[in-house]
């Protein structure tokens, strides 16, 4: 590994920090090198706050050093006037000659202008260091930029003879397939997503609350499709305080044809830049229909069923699987 890998790798390493809190901004990682020597380290703040290579020139003690120093950022800084000033502006002013990237932004407002502007003021500007590692961490930001929808996750959990949900059950609350601890992962991701999706018959069945109470973090904005209003805002959980609520009725979209694409349409004008798709069966299954999902996450757990609602069909290439206790965890993206 090359000393500019090296340090992009602490990029992405930091860059993480971010996760949940920047959407619908990049969660980028920068850190500043003199001498090959780490002298200050910054990743995005939440969203309205400082880009990474703020934090990082920042923190930097020694604002002299910066002169004769490199700074490294997983994508490419901005040229434009958002929420903040344009990052490379403040590299330009601060006089720090090189600087070296991760990868382009495909954002048509920065696009190659960030590193153009660098390199007309003089700055020894790389680009492509561990590319594919940056693109792979920045994805929620690129398939909104350049698929013009969310990155869209889809999850359940399946009994093991794979089932989502039994024939018929006797109260309007969930039936747990996974146990305790994999409860708390799906808390945990719902912090690190901007929404989550749910058909009308999930709500129906389980008056979910949709929020990430086991887990430190945000809450998802909550998705409901509701395609004849049967549901009410005072009957669910999924219309409290605790978040906002979104419904996806006849009024805005037309249920007769590409149902998962305007959805997404809908989620793209309203700035959502990730959803997990959380059910039921027939919403999970029309998105993986239409060919709209990224990844999958998928329980199966130890309970049977013998008989119920059937869990959805689909293929995707494995990536992970993992044991949580008693159940087991596979992870799939659309190839």
């Given at each position: 590994?090359?000393?500019?890998?090296?340090?992009?790798?602490?990029?992405?390493?930091?860059?993480?920090?971010?996760?949940?809190?920047?959407?619908?901004?990049?969660?980028?990682?920068?850190?500043?090198?003199?001498?090959?020597?780490?002298?200050?380290?910054?990743?995005?703040?939440?969203?309205?706050?400082?880009?990474?290579?703020?934090?990082?020139?920042?923190?930097?003690?020694?604002?002299?050093?910066?002169?004769?120093?490199?700074?490294?950022?997983?994508?490419?800084?901005?040229?434009?006037?958002?929420?903040?000033?344009?990052?490379?502006?403040?590299?330009?002013?601060?006089?720090?000659?090189?600087?070296?990237?991760?990868?382009?932004?495909?954002?048509?407002?920065?696009?190659?202008?960030?590193?153009?502007?660098?390199?007309?003021?003089?700055?020894?500007?790389?680009?492509?260091?561990?590319?594919?590692?940056c693109k792979k961490h920045h994805k929620r930001f690129f398939t909104f930029h350049n698929k013009k929808r969310p990155y869209i996750?889809?999850?359940?959990?399946?009994?093991?003879?794979?089932?989502?949900?039994?024939?018929?059950?006797?109260?309007?609350?969930?039936?747990?397939?996974?146990?305790?601890?994999?409860?708390?992962?799906?808390?945990?991701?719902?912090?690190?997503?901007?929404?989550?999706?749910?058909?009308?018959?999930?709500?129906?069945?389980?008056?979910?609350?949709?929020?990430?109470?086991?887990?430190?973090?945000?809450?998802?904005?909550?998705?409901?499709?509701?395609?004849t209003h049967k549901l009410s805002n005072n009957n669910y959980s999924i219309f409290n305080d605790a978040a906002e609520t979104i419904?996806?009725?006849?009024?805005?979209?037309?249920?007769?044809?590409?149902?998962?694409?305007?959805?997404?349409?809908?989620?793209?004008?309203?700035?959502?830049?990730?959803?997990?798709?959380?059910?039921?069966?027939?919403?999970?299954?029309?998105?993986?229909?239409?060919?709209?999902?990224?990844?999958?996450?998928?329980?199966?757990?130890?309970?049977?069923?013998?008989?119920?609602?059937?869990?959805?069909?689909?293929?995707?290439?494995?990536?992970s699987e993992k044991n949580i206790m008693t159940d087991y965890l596979k992870t799939y993206t659309n190839d």
């Open positions: 590994m090359s000393h500019h890998e090296t340090y992009i790798k602490r990029c992405l390493e930091i860059a993480k920090n971010g996760l949940g809190s920047t959407r619908p901004n990049p969660m980028v990682g920068s850190v500043v090198v003199h001498n090959n020597i780490i002298i200050s380290e910054g990743y995005t703040s939440a969203y309205g706050g400082n880009h990474a290579e703020v934090n990082a020139i920042k923190n930097a003690k020694d604002k002299s050093l910066l002169k004769e120093a490199t700074i490294y950022v997983t994508l490419e800084p901005c040229a434009h006037f958002g929420k903040t000033p344009p990052c490379s502006d403040l590299i330009i002013k601060h006089q720090i000659p090189n600087v070296v990237i991760g990868c382009m932004d495909d954002n048509l407002q920065v696009a190659g202008k960030g590193i153009e502007k660098l390199k007309n003021a003089g700055c020894n500007v790389i680009v492509g260091v561990l590319e594919n590692e996750i889809l999850k359940w959990a399946e009994s093991s003879d794979g089932f989502i949900a039994p024939e018929s059950k006797n109260e309007r609350k969930p039936v747990w397939i996974t146990n305790v601890f994999s409860r708390q992962l799906v808390h945990k991701w719902r912090t690190e997503e901007q929404a989550i999706l749910v058909g009308t018959n999930t709500v129906l069945q389980d008056n979910p609350s949709l929020t990430a109470r086991d887990w430190t973090g945000e809450n998802p904005v909550r998705v409901v499709i509701d395609k419904t996806i009725s006849q009024n805005n979209i037309d249920f007769s044809k590409h149902l998962a694409q305007q959805i997404c349409e809908v989620l793209f004008k309203k700035n959502i830049n990730s959803v997990i798709i959380e059910g039921g069966a027939k919403t999970l299954q029309t998105f993986i229909d239409e060919n709209l999902w990224d990844e999958a996450r998928v329980f199966t757990g130890s309970i049977k069923f013998e008989k119920g609602i059937k869990a959805p069909k689909f293929s995707g290439q494995l990536i």
